[in-house]
T-cell receptor, first 114, second 113 residues
């Protein structure tokens, strides 16, 4: 069982570059989300989706875009990377569309913006 | 808005001794609370959850947590630490919209042999 798959695992960008972090899940979960993890700050929600075609902003959405064209995929786009976006990014899914409880996490993407 | 505060950023215990990781929450209503664990270079995993049933909640790997409304606390405990328990632990509260989880800043547990 693959679960939640994130690619790439590591990425280095220059300021101003754009890129897409990929996330796919094979559990038929309707709920998917993106978090960033920074030292001493826990995980902060960037965007989430409760189904194909439906997305919403989380706590720190600025500088990021998402789309949900299929149940399986939930890519995160950085439009113009900034050093403040250096972080570890986690994608997570849940079988519960409402009342999110158990999140299934990917293994993370470590992003450095120079 | 809901929030959680983890009172210790680092906790160090000896193998075989009790573990206590402290979490206080702030909520205007009866919250849903969770503990997640993150082992090095891994994603997070749900340890246990409280959703207004029994106040003493048992989780995986011998961990348990007690919801105390009067103290607005949800501390995580384990009677006897094992080396494999070394990880980062996050106290989490579910938002009013029930679609988002808010994570605490984390407590890194170190287990000494």
């Amino acid at each position: 069982n693959a679960g939640v798959t994130q690619t790439p695992k590591f990425q280095v960008l220059k300021t101003g570059q754009s890129m897409t972090l990929q996330c796919a899940q094979d559990m038929n979960h309707e709920y998917m989300s993106w978090y960033r993890q920074d030292p001493g700050m826990g995980l902060r929600l960037i965007h989430y989706s409760v189904g194909a075609g439906i997305t919403d902003q989380g706590e720190v959405p600025n500088g990021y875009n998402v789309s949900r064209s299929t149940t399986e995929d939930f890519p995160l786009r950085l439009l113009s990377a900034a050093p403040s976006q250096t972080s570890v990014y986690f994608c997570a899914s849940s079988p519960n569309r409402e009342g999110v409880e158990k999140l299934f996490f990917g293994s993370g993407t470590q992003l450095s913006v120079l | 808005a809901q929030s959680v505060t983890q009172l210790d950023s680092h906790v160090s215990v000896s193998e075989g001794t009790p573990v206590l990781l402290r979490c206080n929450y702030s909520s205007s209503y009866s919250p849903s609370l969770f503990w997640y664990v993150q082992h090095p270079n891994k994603g997070l995993q749900l340890l246990l959850k409280y959703t207004s049933a029994a106040t003493l909640v048992k989780g995986i790997n011998g961990f348990e947590a007690e919801f105390k409304k009067s103290e607005t606390s949800f501390h995580l405990t384990k009677p006897s630490a094992h080396m494999s328990d070394a990880a980062e632990y996050f106290c989490v509260v579910r938002g009013t919209g029930r679609r988002a989880l808010t994570f605490g800043s984390g407590t890194r547990l170190q287990v000494q042999p």
